[in-house]
């Protein structure tokens, strides 16, 4: 098969990396693309290191058998706790995602910035890394929202129970003095709006990683001459090393990925 005509694959804990796939499709609508969710272990950020490199390993080597082009892992949690050791074991170029506290702080003027994310991503020290590089006037705050990786997994976005899981976790902050709150989880976009409802009062930014992960795709993608002009955009879904076929999924991965959702 020629490299150019193999597939993209997109691996996350669950539904959260539909959001970056959302965007590559839309950038790159002629790739064909393998989506890997998976459920049987969501959520990872609040398992041991060793459990979660284990899943990552194993969905991985899963998708490396699937003649693949690039691997996006589109999982905060998974990009901080496997990304070197999954570049060392394989030759296609694999992308990682972290939260967007450089250009959060980049941007930045003279408040306070909240940095959502999962436990296990706030406690590596990838992002510790990344905080003492670039936050050198200690503005940032870090805040787990472990809560809203399984009301995403429910496909529950919009509910009272998540609305009020995002409050009761936002009680202690006064907003006033935050002028960003960036999502370091994938899941985490799926509440853009309660989010923004909860502490947007003021003209609040919401950031993401995103566009940042997707740009960088098409860059890779064509300095190493694997941009596709055949393909039509199609998904193939894999739920934990088995192929999707449960009909209410599907579809609701469909409405996400065509942004009904």
Do not use: W
């Not at 796939?21 to 459920?39: C, M, S």
Request: proline share 3%.
């Amino acid at each position: 098969m020629d490299t150019k005509e193999k597939k993209i694959a997109f691996f996350d804990s669950g539904i959260g990396g539909l959001t970056v796939l959302r965007d590559a499709g839309i950038l790159l609508p002629t790739e064909n693309y393998i989506y890997f969710a998976d459920t049987v272990n969501v959520p990872y950020g609040t398992k041991s290191n060793e459990q979660v490199f284990g899943f990552i390993s194993e969905a991985v080597e899963y998708l490396s058998k699937k003649s693949i082009k690039v691997l996006v892992v589109a999982c905060n949690t998974a990009t901080s706790l496997a990304i070197k050791e999954l570049r060392a074991k394989y030759e296609f170029p694999i992308i990682g995602m972290e939260p967007a506290v450089k250009p959060a702080i980049i941007n930045s003027g003279s408040k306070r910035i909240l940095v959502t994310a999962t436990t296990l991503t706030l406690k590596e020290e990838k992002l510790e890394n990344l905080l003492n590089e670039i936050d050198t006037d200690n503005k940032t705050d870090k805040l787990s929202l472990d809560e809203l990786v399984k009301f995403a997994e429910k496909f529950d976005f919009k509910g009272e129970k998540p609305e009020n899981y995002i409050k009761s976790k936002f009680a202690e902050y006064d907003f006033n003095d935050y002028e960003a709150i960036v999502l370091g989880c994938t899941h985490f976009l799926y509440f853009k709006d309660l989010i923004y409802k909860s502490a947007g009062k003021n003209g609040i930014k919401i950031i993401d990683g995103n566009e940042g992960t997707v740009n960088r795709l098409n860059f890779i993608l064509k300095e190493n001459n694997l941009a596709s002009a055949y393909g039509n955009g199609s998904v193939e879904f894999i739920n934990s090393c088995t192929p999707e076929t449960d009909k209410f999924r599907l579809g609701m991965f469909s409405d996400i990925l065509k942004g009904k959702i």
